[in-house]
């Protein structure tokens, strides 16, 4: 168990550190510098999808996390938050004041916490307390594990990182076990039309027979579950392209692609079909929406 630097780019060392020690399937990260931004979209999820849920630790400074929320919410020392690397998220990194960002976070696979907590997905983009109780004995021992895991044989380092997670997953169940919201079978299958159909909104000619098949359920059942939620099959699909293409269309990320590919590569037809199904929706041009980015070229 070795440290390794990951082969993100990065400024000069002296501004930015991000290394990274592998313990089992787990990896256990740390950054110190000025502040970072990483982002996960669903082209990076379609590109490489990564099962994986990250464990964020703030050490010093702050981090700022979006996902499945409509607003930003802030995860300060003495807290943690976790995301899920299957849908997109957001996360910055920031010093507060005059100091620098400490950060660990944690890369675990999906089915390593989904066995401790079943219900983990509606915990992400949450934050947690880890001032004292479980949470607290965990991330000083992942913390412990970064920096003495050299000296550990894996068997102990798989130990420990075992417990880690335990105690982790422990304090978001304690944390929500007297709420009352209940996530039901309906609900869950839900999410999973979703997030398939957003995993493959590229796909030209999906179709509910095959999301249902892919979601393991019939076509009657999948109908049911979005008509229960006041929307069609052909509803959510037709919104998501748009949305999706209207928002790739103001990314910098995205400006080396014309809107031709972003046509297509949402799932559009032809260019004439996007065009016009996006002026119907939002009432003016997918150029527009381009031109409106100061940052993409006007000719793209």
């Given at each position: 168990m070795v440290p390794r630097h990951s082969g993100w780019p990065a400024p000069p060392p002296s501004q930015f550190s991000l290394s990274f020690l592998q313990s089992g399937a787990t990896s256990i990260a740390k950054f110190i510098g000025g502040g970072l931004g990483m982002k996960r979209t669903w082209k990076h999820i379609r590109d490489n999808s990564s099962e994986l849920y990250v464990i964020w630790f703030p050490v010093s400074g702050k981090l700022t996390i979006s996902q499945d929320s409509a607003y930003e919410v802030e995860c300060q020392p003495g807290e943690f938050a976790v995301t899920c690397g299957d849908r997109p998220f957001h996360v910055r990194a920031e010093p507060i004041g005059a100091g620098h960002c400490e950060q660990l976070h944690v890369l675990v696979p999906s089915h390593l916490i989904r066995s401790r907590l079943s219900t983990i997905d509606r915990h992400c983009g949450r934050?947690?307390?880890?001032?004292?109780?479980?949470?607290?004995?965990?991330?000083?021992?992942?913390?412990?594990?970064?920096?003495?895991?050299?000296?550990?044989?894996?068997?102990?380092?798989?130990?420990?990182?075992?417990?880690?997670?335990?105690?982790?997953?422990?304090?978001?169940?304690?944390?929500?076990?007297?709420?009352?919201?209940?996530?039901?079978?309906?609900?869950?299958?839900?999410?999973?039309?979703?997030?398939f159909i957003d995993q493959h909104i590229a796909t030209q000619g999906l179709t509910a027979g095959r999301v249902a098949t892919a979601c393991n359920m019939s076509r009657r059942y999948l109908h049911y579950l979005l008509k229960y939620n006041g929307i069609t099959f052909g509803e959510y699909l037709w919104n998501a392209r748009l949305n999706q293409a209207k928002a790739w269309l103001r990314d910098p990320e995205f400006a080396h692609f014309n809107i031709v590919d972003i046509a297509y590569m949402c799932g559009f037809r032809s260019p004439s079909h996007f065009s016009s199904a996006f002026k119907a929706q939002f009432g003016y041009a997918p150029r527009d929406e381009r031109l409106s980015n100061k940052d993409i070229p006007a000719g793209r």
């Open positions: 934050i947690f307390s880890r001032d004292k109780g479980p949470a607290s004995i965990g991330m000083r021992t992942f913390s412990a594990l970064f920096d003495e895991g050299g000296s550990l044989s894996d068997e102990s380092a798989n130990k420990f990182t075992t417990a880690s997670l335990d105690a982790v997953c422990e304090e978001m169940r304690c944390a929500t076990s007297s709420e009352p919201v209940q996530i039901d079978s309906k609900h869950a299958n839900l999410e999973r039309v979703v997030r």
